[in-house]
């Protein structure tokens, strides 16, 4: 009776907290004003094909993902003012996540999500940052089960290496880790299992051509 007393209570505080902590990213996101770098890369989605966009990140500097994302949002009508909005709903996702599901203690969850990443950086600001938390937090939560869904997996690496070229190394280490697990489970494996296995690498592989070949 206590122990479910006291997760209630962690509940209903985890859920203020992240009340708390949604309401004041919103009031920065609807308060934030566009700047020059963001408003280029609202630009180039806005006024390219996906052909166009690809041949203008050689110039760039940042992987595909983020403008696709503004590539369909300006195609359904949004103005640029748009964007803080879609960074807080990411990072808002990523920081529920964080909240609601993850291991640690309370201090810890506070602590991450009322951190500078969590609170502007990713938030408020309208940059592809904002994907990095979500994917890391989601690849966190199929770590441990990336053997039983390897294709989700794979899918998850290949968006992460998508956000931005500084998660190359993690990027890097997840498809070692992908490798390892193919090459040591290859002769317990059925022939499906593998077969599942490869196509989670090679997604994930795909991913990093994608950040590669622009």
Not at 23 to 30: D, E, K, M, R
Not at 49 to 68: A, C, N, T
Not at 138 to 162: D, S, T
Request: charged share 15%; proline share 3%; glycine share 8%.
């Amino acid at each position: 009776m206590t122990t479910e007393k006291n997760n209630s209570k962690s509940r209903i505080i985890c859920i203020g907290l992240f009340v708390v902590y949604a309401v004041l990213t919103l009031i920065g996101a609807l308060r934030h004003e566009i700047w020059f770098d963001e408003a280029q890369a609202w630009t180039i989605a806005r006024d390219n094909d996906i052909g166009g966009i690809f041949k203008q990140l050689r110039y760039e500097g940042h992987p595909p993902l983020w403008y696709m994302i503004l590539f369909v949002v300006s195609r359904l009508g949004f103005s640029c003012n748009i964007m803080p909005l879609i960074s807080w709903f990411f990072t808002g996702l990523a920081a529920a996540i964080v909240m609601f599901k993850s291991p640690f203690s309370l201090v810890t969850k506070s602590l991450l999500i009322f951190s500078g990443g969590f609170l502007f950086f990713n938030s408020v600001m309208s940059r592809t940052y904002c994907l990095i938390n979500i994917f890391l937090v989601l690849i966190a939560m199929l770590f441990h089960k990336r053997k039983e869904h390897p294709v989700i997996f794979g899918i998850l690496v290949a968006l992460l290496a998508n956000t931005h070229v500084f998660v190359s190394g993690f990027i890097g280490a997840m498809g070692l880790i992908m490798f390892h697990d193919i090459y040591c489970d290859w002769k317990t494996n059925t022939a499906k299992k593998n077969v599942l296995n490869l196509t989670g690498l090679a997604i994930a592989g795909i991913g990093v051509l994608m950040l590669i070949i622009p």
